[in-house]
Structures are given as structure tokens and as C-alpha cells.
């Protein structure tokens, strides 16, 4: 099998995959046919998986998708590598993603874009780009991804392909390279719900190396998959279906909601009124956090450093202006002044008390329904370069996602259909379904049923 997807990973053209390194899996294979012998493996045991290039690991190179990260190799593997390499899962290699998960479409990684395998001029959606483009063009039956504003279930819902990013500090941020650590949140993204569930249950755990790590009993996120959907409260919020929602993306939703009414669930409309105040609170605290996570590559103790300067003022200067790209500099500098004396108040305290209003729009809609869905952003992938070059384009497409991130719930993206793209090709649209805490059960029963 292991051999199957490392053929499959050469032969591919996609720029999903960063490292491989055929003999590390092989070995990895073959300890995972011993533990089948022994009588001694787990539902997961020999089924390979390729890791997002955010979760630092021992025998891989681990980047971020960046240059300042080029050629690092970690002395330790991040806690959900360790947990999937434990329940025998074999490690296929290092997939592509935007430099340190800045990004909506994969175009900002310094290893260049990744391709959507639907439709090679379309991109994959970011930051997880390569991690759903592997899925979808069965590069690797399983993935894991990060979401911090949307990079687990805007690209799954890009490629056609199932994600879950579950309820913050349910899964180690443990050697995943941080972004915006009050939202970085670790998830599978597989074919379907099924198996991002067993996913989930071998990822999921306390973990004492991560400061906001939860502790809670182990759960089968896979325990509900049969139940039926009789009279489940499916919350539609307005903001979710207005202007800027393509028609391609809204037809396809309508059409799941009709299934899902089939299913025996009823629809009620609800109100998510702070929906539009995610974008500009999301992209001040999260380049807040950014601003701060991303001192520590100095080019002293790991990372890239420049080969010329002429003080160490001008060693920090010229390393991290050769090794940051384009993206993460604007990141840094936003971050930097809205945490800045002077503006902390008028940006940074402003943004962190709204997102507490976002939070309470959630519990308030929690009230009236089990489950909220909508589409999971306004249109299908776009084409490649179409906006490269506009940073706003890119951050106003995260609107749907963002405010999932910001409140800590879980979301979830589910294929749900095609609309067209811009050259009336095929292109992926995703269904996205936002539970309540601790909610990601009943979310994969309610994809399950669905799919
Ligand atoms: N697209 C968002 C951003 O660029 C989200 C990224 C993410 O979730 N890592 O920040």
C-alpha cells in the first residue's frame, strides 16, 4: 500500500508534496506489517498519511513552507505525529501549505503553488492546499491539516474532499509551528466523515507539552455515525446567504439542506449578525499573535540566516527579510503595530472584545438550533494568479470560516457538488457545518448521514 501512494506521489504534478523519503515510509511499513503478524494493530495500523508541513517531524525536513525554514530538520516530532505514528499510521511524507498557514489558496509558499486536482488552473485553497489536493488526487488516503481561520475546511471544500478542525485545545499544538495560537487548531482531512473520525480519535487527547491543551475523557468520535437525523434543528444563518455568495455555491447548499430535510431535519433561519466584523477582527489578532510567534526566527538558533551583514541588528534585518516572504512580512508589520503603544486600545482590545461578541452570537444560535450550516466560502476555487496579487481578495474570502476560529467551535467541510469556476469548468463545493463545543460527534454523524 505504502508502495502504491509513493508511486502514485512521483508519477503526480500537483507540487503537493514537499519531502518524501521512500525508505523512511518503507521501514514504517514494514514495522506496521509486524504489529498485523504479532496480532498487535489498530484500525489505523499500516494506512498511510502525509503531514501538513506545519507539524514538525524527526526524519523529515519540516518548513512552513517557507525559506526561513528551508532546510530545518526538528529533533522531535509534534504530538499528533507522534499519536498517528503510534497508532501505526505510516508516514508518507511532507505536504505543501502557505508560509506558516498565511494564505487562502497556497500561492504564498516559497516551495510555489500547489494545483487543484479537479482543475489544474484552479488553485487548491490555503493554507492546507497541499494536503487536500494529495486527498483528492488519492496522493494519500489521509492528511492532516491546521486551521487557524479556515485552512483545514476551505480547502477541502476547494478540492472536494472532508475536513474537521475540532473545538480548540482539543488536539496538541505540540511541535505544529505556530501562527496565531489563539486559534491554531490541528484536524484531519480524509474522503470522508468516517475516516476523519478515526482520525480524530487517535489525534484528540491532553497533552501536558501544550499550555491551552484540553483535558477530557477519550470519546469514539465515530459513536453516533448511525444515528438518524429526525428532527434535528438545522440553523441557516442570513448572513451566511447574502450579496457576495456566488450563485454556483448557493444552488449546491439549497440542494443539501433539501437532502437533509429529507433526512427528517428541519430548517430555521438564524441570525450570525457580527459575521462581517470576523474579517477585520480576524486579521488583527491573528497578525497580533503572528507578530509575536515569528520573533523567535532571528536566524541565531535555527532557520535561515543570512551569509552577509555587517553587526547583529543587521544579521536579524538581512535573515529575516531574505527568509520571510511577501505575506509574512505584511503579517508581522500589521501585527506589530496594532500591538503597538498607542493603538493596542483603538485595535487590538477592540478586536478582542468584538470576537467575544462573536462568540455570544454563536451561543445565542446554539439556542435555537443543533447544528449550523452554510457554505464554507462565497464561490468555488478560483483560477491560479487570479489573486496573487491582492492580499484584501484573498482575506474577504475567508468570510465564513473565520468566525468558527475566532468563537473555538468546531467546523467541518463536506463536499456537497460542483459549480462551474470561471472557465465553466468542474470545481468543488463544500457544505459547511458548525457545531457546538464538543460537538464533532454529532457533526460526523450529520456528514455521514449526508455522504
Ligand atoms: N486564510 C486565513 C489566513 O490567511 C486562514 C489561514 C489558516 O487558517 N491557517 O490567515
Redo the contacts with the bound molecule.
Sequence with gaps: LARLYLDRISASNLNAFLHVDPELTLAQAAAADARLAAGNAGVLTGVPIAHKD?FVTRGLRSTAGSRMLGNYTSPFDATVVEKLAAAGMVTLGKLN??E?????ANE?SYFGAVKNPWDLSAVPG???GGSAAAVAARLTPAATG???????R?PAAFCGITGIKPTYGSVSRYGMIA??SS??QGGPMAQTAEDCGLLLNAMVGFDEKDSTSLERKPEDFNRLLNQSLQGLRIGVPKEFFGEGLADDVKQAIHAALEEYKKLGASIVEISLPKTELSIPV??VI?PAEASSNLSRFDGVRYGHRAAEYTDLNDMYTASRTEGFGD?VKR?IMTGAYVLSHGYYDAYYLQAQKIRRLIAQDFAAAFTQCDVIMGPVAPSVAWDLGAKSDDPVA??L??IF??ST?LAGLPGMSVPCGFGQGEKNSRRPVGLQLIGNYFEEARLLNIAHQYQ
Design positions: 506545519i501549505c502557505d506558516f498557514a498565511m494564505g487562502s504564498n490555503g493554507s492546507s491546521t486551521d487557524t481561520g479556515g485552512s483545514i476551505q501562527f496565531a486559534l491554531d480576524y486579521y491573528a505575506e503579517r484573498n482575506y474570502a475567508d470560516t473565520l476560529s
